[in-house]
C-alpha cells in the first residue's frame, strides 16, 4: 500500500501557484492588488515583452519591515484579515479588500525570479529580498523610497512544462493591459501608469470622476455616448444595494464583450449572473450579436456575497442571485431611460468622406453644361446625377428625375429649441424622412423610428401583461428532459405560472405542459423548457421567458411600424417626429441601430466648401 506523507513546502507552492499564477496577467493582478491594499495613492506598472521578460510594480503604499517581508513569503499569511476576526466564522464574509488568501506573493516566488524591495513610510531604509524559484538568495539592506517595489523575472523558466503553455509576447501583454485597466478602474483616487518598455501606455490621474477615467481606460466615445448611473434600493436587512457607473446607450455598441467592466464591492469580476444581466437590460435595444459597452459598480453587504470562491476571485456568488439580476436590470433600465432619446451615431465618417472623394465620370452633357464655368459638382452620393441627367439623346435638354418628395405645410413652421428634432421637409426613397433642425439636419428612418415607438406603446398598453396571459392546451404536451433538468424546472413551477406558463413534474425525466403564454402559443416547447433550464442552470432562476417575451413584442412591434417604402404626408412625418421627442428610447430601434443621425449646419457647410 503507497505510504501517506507530507508533500515539501516548495511542491506546496507550485501546486498553489498552478491555481493563483496561470500567466503574467494573473501574477500582475495579485500584486497590483496589494499595492491597492496598502493604501497607496501612486502605483507604477512596467512590463518587458508583454510580461515575458519581466512585471516590476512599485507602489507608495505603507511599506514591510524585514520581519513582515518575511512573512508574507509564507503561505496563508495575511495582513487583510483583522486579528479580531482570526477564528469566526464569518471572517471571509467581512473582509473588504481585494486580497486575503496570503498565497499570491509564495506562490510567485516558486515560480519565478521575485525581489521584493520595501520600506515602511517611517524606516530610515529599506530591505530587499530575492527569491529564485522557491529559493532565497538575497536578504540585505537598500535605498528605497517609502513603499514597495516587486520584480517577477523569469516566469516558469525552471518549469518548462508550464512556461511552453504561455502564448506570444503580444497576448500576454493585452492581458496584462486588460487586468490594469479593471484594477484602475476600481479606484479613482489613486494615479496609476503603465509603461511597456519604453512606451508609456496608460496614465491615470488619482482625483478623477468617473466618467473620465472611463473615457480614459474604456474608450474616449463613452463619456459621451454613455449615461452615468445612480441606482440604490433598500435590502431585507435595512442596509443599501447600490448600483453606479456608466453605461453606453445602445447605438453606442461592439461586436464582442470585452468593453465591459463589472465590479463587486470594487473588486473587477467576470461573473455570469452579472453579464446576464446586462444582457437582459438591453434586451429589446440591442441584437443577439451585439454587446453594450459599460462599466457597472455593484455595491451590496459583504455578507450578502461570497468573494472566497475561487483563489483567482474573479468569481462570486450572491446569496440572493435573482435579487441581484433584477435590480441590476431595474437600474440599467432606469438609467438608459435618462439618455434614451439621444442617438450615440452621427454620420459616417467614411460615408461622408465619400461625397468628396468617390470620383465620377461626368455625362457629356455634363461635361458641356459646366466647361469654363470652373465649377465641378459633387461626387459620392452625387454620382445619382448621371441617372436623372439625360445627355445627347435628349438633344442636350437636362431633365432632373425627382429622387425624393416634399411638401408644403398649410402653416409654416420653423425650427425651434422645443422641437430637438425638428421640422420635417420631405421624405427620400419612401424611407428617411428630412428635417430641419435648429442646429442642423436630421435624417430619420421612419420603420427604425416606428418600429420603437409601437413597442412602447405595447409596453405602455400593458401588451406585456395581454402577451403573457395563459392559453390552455387543449392536449397537454410531455416533454421529456434528464433529471436535473426536471428538478430546477419543477423549483420554478411557481415563478413560470407568473408569465403564463403553467407546467408540472411528469415523472423522474419528464415535464408536462398544460398552458403557454397566449404569444408562444405556436412555439416549440420543448426548446422552450430547453431554453428556460438553460437559464436555471446559469442563473438560478427563471428570466429567459421574460426575454422571450419582449422579443415577441419587438417582434409585434416590427410587423406593426410603418414600413420602408410608404409615402408620408408632412403632417405624418412630423407626428412621428414629435412622437420620438417624448417616447424612451426612441433614439434607437429595437435591435440597437439608431434611428436618426443629424449633420450639424457646420458640416453641411463645408460639403459646399464654405469653411
Not at 7 to 34: F, Y
Request: aromatic residues 4%; glycine residues 8%; charged residues 30%.
Amino acid at each position: 500500500m503507497p505510504q501517506i506523507r507530507r508533500l515539501p513546502e516548495t511542491l506546496i507552492n507550485r501546486i498553489a501557484a498552478g491555481e493563483v499564477v496561470e500567466r503574467p496577467a494573473s501574477a500582475l493582478k495579485e500584486l497590483v492588488e496589494n499595492a491597492i491594499d496598502a493604501g497607496s495613492t501612486r502605483i507604477g506598472v512596467n512590463l518587458v515583452d508583454g510580461g515575458l521578460g519581466g512585471i516590476e510594480v512599485s507602489d507608495d503604499g505603507c511599506g514591510m519591515d524585514p520581519a513582515e517581508m518575511a512573512l508574507a513569503l509564507e503561505r496563508h499569511a495575511t495582513s487583510k484579515l483583522p486579528e479580531s476576526l482570526i477564528g469566526e466564522a464569518g471572517a471571509i464574509e467581512q473582509v473588504r479588500t481585494l486580497g486575503f488568501r496570503g498565497e499570491a506573493l509564495p506562490s510567485i516566488a516558486s515560480v519565478s525570479r521575485l525581489t521584493i524591495e520595501s520600506r515602511p513610510r517611517d524606516a530610515e531604509s529599506g530591505w530587499r529580498k530575492r527569491i529564485d524559484h522557491g529559493e532565497l538568495i538575497e536578504n540585505a539592506p537598500c535605498a528605497i523610497p517609502p513603499g514597495t517595489r516587486i520584480r517577477m523575472e523569469g516566469l516558469f523558466d525552471k518549469l518548462p512544462a508550464r512556461r511552453k503553455f504561455l502564448r506570444t509576447p503580444r497576448s500576454e501583454y493585452a492581458a496584462c493591459l486588460d487586468v490594469v485597466r479593471r484594477l484602475a478602474m476600481t479606484r479613482t483616487d489613486i494615479a496609476v501608469t503603465l509603461d511597456h518598455g519604453e512606451r508609456r501606455v496608460l496614465a491615470v490621474q488619482a482625483g478623477e470622476d468617473l466618467a473620465e477615467r472611463a473615457a480614459q481606460i474604456v474608450t474616449r466615445e463613452l463619456k459621451e455616448n454613455g449615461v452615468g448611473i445612480e441606482f440604490e434600493r433598500p435590502t431585507e436587512t435595512g442596509e443599501l444595494i447600490r448600483l453606479t457607473g456608466i453605461a453606453g446607450l445602445p447605438t453606442y455598441n461592439r461586436g464582442v464583450a470585452d468593453h465591459q467592466y463589472l465590479f463587486v464591492n470594487g473588486r473587477p469580476v467576470k461573473d455570469r449572473l452579472l453579464i446576464g444581466a446586462v444582457r437582459g437590460a438591453y434586451s429589446d435595444m440591442l441584437a443577439r450579436d451585439r454587446h453594450a459597452v459599460l462599466a457597472l459598480f455593484l455595491e451590496l453587504p459583504a455578507e450578502d456575497v461570497d468573494v472566497n470562491v475561487h483563489p483567482a476571485k474573479t468569481e462570486v456568488r450572491f446569496r440572493d442571485a435573482a435579487g441581484v439580476r433584477g435590480f441590476i436590470v431595474s437600474g440599467l433600465r432606469r438609467a438608459l431611460a435618462s439618455g434614451d432619446k439621444r442617438s450615440a451615431q452621427g454620420p459616417d465618417r467614411s460615408a461622408m468622406d465619400r461625397w468628396q472623394r468617390e470620383p465620377v465620370e461626368q455625362p457629356a452633357a455634363m461635361r458641356s453644361i459646366f466647361a469654363g464655368s470652373g465649377w465641378t459638382p459633387p461626387a459620392g452620393n452625387m454620382a445619382r446625377v448621371q441617372a436623372y441627367m439625360r445627355s445627347d439623346e435628349a438633344d442636350g435638354e437636362v431633365l432632373a428625375m425627382p429622387q425624393g418628395r416634399a411638401e408644403t405645410p398649410m402653416d409654416e413652421e420653423r425650427p425651434s429649441p422645443s422641437y430637438p428634432l425638428g421640422i420635417a421637409r420631405g421624405q427620400v426613397a419612401q424611407t428617411y424622412i428630412v428635417a430641419e433642425a435648429e442646429d442642423g439636419l436630421v435624417l430619420v428612418d421612419q420603420h427604425a423610428a416606428h418600429e420603437r415607438l409601437v413597442l412602447e406603446r405595447l409596453k405602455a398598453a400593458g401588451a406585456e401583461e395581454a402577451v403573457s396571459r395563459s392559453q390552455a392546451l387543449l392536449m397537454p404536451e410531455v416533454v421529456e428532459l434528464d433529471e436535473p433538468a426536471c428538478d430546477r424546472l419543477e423549483e420554478a413551477i411557481d415563478t413560470l405560472a407568473q408569465h403564463g406558463l403553467v407546467i408540472e413534474r411528469f415523472g423522474p425525466g419528464a415535464m408536462l405542459v398544460r398552458a403557454t403564454p397566449h404569444a408562444l402559443r405556436n412555439g416549440d416547447l420543448a426548446k422552450l423548457l430547453e431554453d428556460i433550464d438553460d437559464d436555471l442552470a446559469k442563473h438560478g432562476t427563471a428570466l429567459l421567458l421574460g426575454e422571450k417575451l419582449d422579443l415577441v413584442l419587438a417582434t409585434m412591434a416590427c410587423h406593426g411600424s410603418v414600413r420602408a417604402g410608404r409615402n408620408l404626408t408632412v403632417a405624418e412625418m412630423n407626428a412621428l417626429l414629435r412622437e420620438m421627442e417624448r417616447t424612451p428610447r426612441s433614439g434607437q430601434c429595437n435591435h440597437g441601430r439608431p434611428t436618426w443621425v443629424k449633420l450639424s449646419m457646420d458640416d453641411v457647410e463645408k460639403l459646399f466648401g464654405r469653411h
